[in-house]
């Protein structure tokens, strides 16, 4: 199993920036896929981001290009994901995820293991 544990969600105004991190422990896979997720309320859950572990080549949600950014810290087995310039629609819950192999895949069915969630609200 791997454990997912998100940080840095909060409250922040439109047009500011926030910084969330997901930490993974637990077993580790020769090739894997990290990114985020997202689920505002009444919605389904949707793809922002994902990164290969190895090589590092990074994926974005057309509504997040060129404000979000997703990166990894291989010593500390991290991924962040930085958010900029933040919009009202941005507010949701915000879902870290882990996929073995090496496709990343946006929809959420072909993830193998999800962190608790942390929540982003941004207001106008």
């Known amino acids: 199993q791997v454990q997912l544990v998100e940080s840095g969600g909060g409250l922040v105004q439109a047009g500011g920036s926030l910084r969330l991190s997901c930490a993974a422990s637990?077993?580790?896979?020769?090739?894997?896929?990290m990114g985020w997720f997202r689920q505002a309320p009444g919605k389904e859950r949707e793809f922002v981001a994902a990164i290969r572990w190895s090589g590092g080549v990074s994926y974005y949600a057309d509504s997040v290009k060129g404000r979000f950014f997703i990166s990894r810290d291989n010593a500390k087995n991290t991924v962040s994901l930085q958010m900029n310039s933040l919009k009202p629609e941005d507010t949701a819950v915000y879902y870290c995820?882990?996929?073995?192999?090496?496709?990343?895949?946006?929809?959420?069915?072909?993830?193998?293991?999800w962190g608790q969630g942390t929540q982003v609200t941004v207001s106008s």
């Open positions: 995820a882990y996929r073995r192999g090496t496709d990343w895949g946006s929809s959420p069915l072909v993830w193998d293991y």
């Open positions: 637990g077993r580790t896979f020769s090739s894997y896929v």
